[in-house]
């Protein structure tokens, strides 16, 4: 499986992408996404055919790679992009949740999906153009508790960044609520 090593080098193409629309820390994925390859056939087991337990283990192994990269004590709270309450019902789970739920155990740091909230159901992202997607994702993010992420660091989790729209859309809403710092984490970069 094609992995990206971007935990290796603070400057990576995934952070280099995403720091020029919102300040960033930290940018991770741990594969390479392509169309038909085996990555996507391990992603849409995890988000479509019901194997949460994908998500966790995925975590876990990144976490590791983390570990050994000196990243033990960066982060306070790992917090996954949230689905939509009527999204998450009807999959049974959010993925990027069981992902935080590994990186949680493997960096030994809290996760939390109480505090952010989607309050919009958007469409799917998968057949959106780059415009479109911003456009879709724009303002759909709110904070319940904004005292839970003052002043900490935030490893913002999701599946699979293409655009970095979603990321930049919750992120934003993390840095509005408070938080000193923002990074990223995605099983996957498109």
Sequence with gaps: MPKTNF????FNPLYDRLSLRMPLKHAFAYYHFKKGSRVQQLLHQLKYKNHPEIGVKLGKVLA???LVSGYDQTYHLVV???LHPSRKRSRGYNQSEEFAKGVSEGL???YTDSFVK?????????RKSKLNRWRNVSEVFEMKDATV???KHILLVDDVVTTG???EACANALLQSGCSQVSIACIAVA
């Design 7 to 10: 935990h290796k080098q603070a």
């Design 118 to 126: 989607r309050k919009v159901k958007t469409q799917t992202q998968t």
């Design 165 to 167: 729209a979603t990321l």
């Design 108 to 110: 030994n740091i809290p």
């Design 80 to 82: 996954p992009v949230p």
């Design 149 to 151: 992420v003052k002043g």
């Design 64 to 66: 590791q790679e983390l």
